[in-house]
Nanobody, 115 residues
């Protein structure tokens, strides 16, 4: 069974930083595209950042210049560095791994940005 496990969420003040991490099984780590999504209450889940298997990245406009997605091949983790956080970044953040015919999601980690 494939499990993605997120960590690093929490409560933070506006303007501060958080780093999320997601452990991806080694069996799919290199061959699957990895991404972070988020879902705020009452809103649909939306893409935040994508890291392709070729190493290219894509970001939602609302996080460009503030968030960075990266992977650690040695630890089989994909991280999301979030800087200059805003209250509107408050959401549950989900890790996603997608490959040929398969999509896996983590259970999510809560990020709350409030003063």
């Amino acid at each position: 069974q494939v499990r993605l496990v997120e960590s690093g969420g929490g409560l933070v003040q506006p303007g501060r930083s958080l780093r999320l991490s997601c452990t991806v099984p080694s069996s799919i780590f290199r061959s699957y595209e990895k991404a972070w999504f988020r879902q705020a209450p009452g809103e649909p889940r939306e893409m935040v950042a994508v890291l392709t298997t070729r190493g290219t990245t894509n970001y939602a406009d609302f996080v460009k210049g503030r968030f960075t997605i990266s992977a650690d091949d040695a630890k089989n983790t994909v991280s999301l560095q979030m800087n200059m956080l805003k209250p509107e970044d408050t959401a549950v953040y989900y890790c996603k791994a997608a490959g040929t015919g398969y999509i896996y999601w983590g259970r999510g980690t809560q990020v709350t940005v409030t003063s």
